[in-house]
């Protein structure tokens, strides 16, 4: 039966994938408003098709341009993340060469940043910078890795220094006004039952993990349960600098981290499904 799911579920989610691809980017190519909407309803789907129940916590920042920084566990953050609202991400220059997978990004319009060449920071900062204040909203994974879910690692400040830039509006100069808000992820149920240390690298994926058998055995087992929380947004003024931003942002993430994973998650729940709310979505709906 394992075996079954993860064959279907893969196709599933390749065969949508295939179809979907072609229509994004012709959209992309024309500037067509639904090209913003559709990676936003495709990972709503893949959700709904892997099994994924996310639990939102929080409110997501509506003000605005927002960089929304939040601790990476799992290639499984992207569909996660991406089913909450219409987003981009800030992934790392090599994921753009990945074989179906950097299409993908691509395809939603991923800003890529080579880590290893400080000449190329400035640029990225400046990019990142330019689509936040075209009103985008990008999600970074400060981390510059994945962990295995039981904890957050430091968060690296290099690319928080794009909070230090100004938004501009029209004639008004807003300086150090770009709204940052924290998102932790936690996995935290298989089947309805505590994920647990043993099971979380099922669904974690660091270190040298190969992808695809990844892949396969993630979609084997059974559904999970994802707690996603909003932490209170910030900008640098308030906060002093980057590397306090850094600090800040990487503190919240992981006390939602903690939270989730204790089962103290107890906030009011928060919506989760059209493109311009958030309510709950459960599995298989």
């Known amino acids: 039966m394992a075996t079954a799911r993860a064959a279907v579920l893969l196709a599933g989610f390749i065969l949508s994938a295939v179809i979907l691809m072609p ?66 991400f800030v992934a790392k220059s090599e994921v753009a060469g990945w074989p179906f997978f950097g299409t993908l990004a691509k395809l939603q319009q991923t800003v890529f940043v080579e880590r290893e060449r400080r000449t190329r920071t400035v640029h990225s900062r400046n990019e990142i910078h330019t689509r936040i204040a075209a009103g985008d909203r990008l999600v970074l994974f400060p981390e510059g890795t994945s962990s295995d879910g039981n904890r957050v690692l430091p968060f690296k400040s290099a690319l928080m220094s794009v909070a230090q830039l100004a938004i501009v509006n029209g004639e008004e100069d807003r300086e150090d006004n770009l709204v940052v808000q924290p998102l932790s992820v936690a996995y935290v149920k298989l089947n309805g039952i505590p994920m647990g240390r043993y099971f979380r690298p099922f669904f974690a994926w660091y270190g040298d ?56 998650a107890d906030e009011p729940q928060v919506a989760l499904a059209a493109p311009q709310e958030i309510r709950p979505l459960a599995a298989g709906a």
């Open 209 to 264: 993990m190969e992808l695809f058998p990844h892949l396969w055995e993630a979609f084997s087992l059974g559904p999970i349960e994802v707690i996603a929380e909003f932490h209170e947004p910030v900008t640098i003024r308030e906060i002093g600098n980057r590397k306090a931003l850094a600090a800040y942002c990487e503190a919240r993430c992981q006390e939602g981290l903690v939270r989730a994973l204790h089962g103290r």
């Open 23 to 88: 229509l994004q980017w012709f959209g992309l190519k024309f500037g067509l408003t639904y090209a913003r909407s559709l990676p936003n309803r495709y990972h709503r789907f893949l959700c709904r098709l892997v099994g994924i129940r996310v639990t939102v916590r929080g409110e997501p920042y509506r003000g605005g341009a927002c960089l929304i920084t939040a601790n990476h566990t799992s290639w499984l953050d992207i569909p996660v993340i991406a089913s909450l609202a219409p987003c981009s």
